[in-house]
Nanobody, 115 residues
Framework: QVQLVESGGGLVQAGGSLRLSCAAS????????MGWYRQAPGKQRELVAA???????QYADSVKGRFTISRDNSKTTVYLQMNSLKPEDTAVYYC?????????WGQGTQVTVSS
């Protein structure tokens, strides 16, 4: 079982930046993919960015060029640097980890971008 704890959300003005962090504990080794999803009110949860242990990265089209995902050398902490934030980025952001096909989720952190 992997436990995930997120931090770094908050309120920011449009054009600003935030950095989210997610640390894995428990069965934190041999995690293949770690990523960030978000869910805005009334919308489905969507993938924002993901990185696998080989360093392959994918981004949602809506965040390409603005967000950067990275992972530490131990591969148990993942970061999301969010720049040029827009009001439409407002959502609860969830950390996700996939280990041997089993998914784990963090509790979520609120990101609010004011116009």
């Amino acid at each position: 079982q992997v436990q995930l704890v997120e931090s770094g959300g908050g309120l920011v003005q449009a054009g600003g930046s935030l950095r989210l962090s997610c640390a894995a504990s428990g069965s934190r080794f041999d995690i293949n993919t770690m990523g960030w999803y978000r869910q805005a009110p009334g919308k489905q949860r969507e993938l924002v960015a993901a990185i696998d242990k080989g360093g392959r990265i994918q981004y949602a089209d809506s965040v390409k060029g603005r967000f950067t995902i990275s992972r530490d050398n131990s591969k148990t902490t993942v970061y999301l640097q969010m720049n040029s934030l827009k009001p439409e980025d407002t959502a609860v952001y969830y950390c996700n980890a996939n280990r041997f096909g089993a998914e784990s989720w963090g509790q979520g952190t609120q990101v609010t971008v004011s116009s």
